[in-house]
């Protein structure tokens, strides 16, 4: 990471956010003590109280209510798909970049064509089309046992397909978007014959067959069953700040790397993101909100509880993270994941990564 800035008072910002939301609507000030608040509705595949608290201070900035509904992306998908045309959705958020292009594809996303957000969001890290944009940044890497390993063994992905990881690799399915998303991006780096080579030796160095979610990758480590295990960095400080003993342990019994795709390339990076729904009908609402989620409150209440790392580079740094080891981020436009994706799940399959 380039930039480790202590949190500092964010209140300019957010009196910055106050200023640019309080007129959302062209009505007149004057009806106001008759109007109803504008509502905005927001579907979230996130579930964290933290997110509640960013709710709260952008309805608190602009006087509009947030009506949210969380429920897991594919569900929220298939209930737009179903809702069509009458879907009271104004935004949806989403983790992954891969999980985003699947609502723009289902034709459930609209463009936003806005400065202020091109300006602050890199141009990898947001749809080119303006379909979606990056709000906090989230990793895949490696989880690995240091009494095995160093992190200079396993600098890049294909160190993962070498003969001396048989049996040490532990990962989750391979219908699960993140591991579709960094598929995306190997397949765009080494094309479809160098990633399903890598897939193909991944699942011969397999410990056992793909099961359970990240943690349980880490802590399969711990537990001796493998020695690797590919996950999202964020589950790993979550085990590291969590208040049970046993996990800080697992923590404690692991180590963390950022691989490359080749020496230079930089390392695979998410988001979680946000798009204005199709159906949106305050446009100037569900564009400051997205602005908000920019403003070192929206940075903070993002990241804090989820460990993700803030997209601004002098965003507030969420506790723990700091046990992360330094990383150069990868410039792949994120749309490869999406465009990727179906390719990577065919590659996936032929592999046997079930
Ligand atoms: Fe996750």
Not at 44 to 73: C, I, P
Not at 330 to 353: C, H, K
Request: hydrophobic residues 40%; glycine residues 8%.
């Amino acid at each position: 990471m380039k930039t480790r800035m202590p949190l500092i008072a964010g209140l300019s910002l957010l009196v910055g956010a106050v200023a640019a939301c309080s007129n959302p609507t062209e009505t007149s000030e004057t009806d106001s003590a008759e109007a109803a608040p504008s509502v905005l509705t927001i579907y979230s595949s996130r579930h964290y109280d933290s997110d509640k608290a960013l709710y709260a201070q952008f309805e608190e900035a602009t006087g509009a209510k947030v009506d949210v509904r969380e429920a897991g992306a594919s569900q929220l998908l298939e209930t737009m798909k179903a809702e069509s045309d009458q879907s009271p959705a104004d935004i949806i958020i989403a983790a992954d970049a891969g999980s985003l292009w699947r609502f723009k594809d289902a034709g459930l996303t609209q463009a936003l064509d806005s400065d202020t957000l091109r300006n602050k969001v890199p141009a990898n890290y947001r749809a080119a089309d303006g379909h979606w944009y990056g709000f906090a940044r989230r990793m895949r890497g490696i989880a690995f046992d240091p009494s095995r390993w160093s992190a200079e063994d396993l600098q890049t992905w294909d160190t993962l397909a070498a003969e001396d990881k048989a049996g040490e690799i532990c990962v989750r399915s391979s219908s699960n978007i993140y591991n579709l998303s960094l598929m995306g991006e190997l397949i765009h780096r080494l094309g479809t014959e160098g990633a399903q080579t890598w897939a193909t030796a991944i699942v011969g160095n397999m410990a056992r067959n793909p099961q359970g979610g990240d943690t349980d990758q880490i802590r399969a480590i711990a537990a001796g069953e493998c020695s690797i295990a590919i996950v999202n960095h964020y589950y790993w400080i979550r085990l590291g700040a969590s208040e049970k003993e046993a996990d800080q342990e697992v923590a404690a019994q692991t180590s963390f790397v950022f691989p490359e795709f080749s020496e230079g390339s930089g390392s695979h990076v998410n988001i979680t993101g946000a798009a204005i729904s199709a159906t949106a009908d305050d446009l100037e609402l569900a564009e400051s909100f997205l602005n908000f989620l920019l403003t070192e409150n929206g940075q903070t209440y993002l990241t804090t509880e989820t460990k993700e790392l803030p997209l601004l580079p002098d965003g507030p740094l969420p506790e723990g993270v700091d046990r992360l080891p330094v990383f150069v981020a990868s410039d792949t436009p994120m749309d490869v994941y999406g465009e990727n994706q179906a390719e990577a799940q065919r590659l996936f399959d032929l592999a046997g990564w079930n």
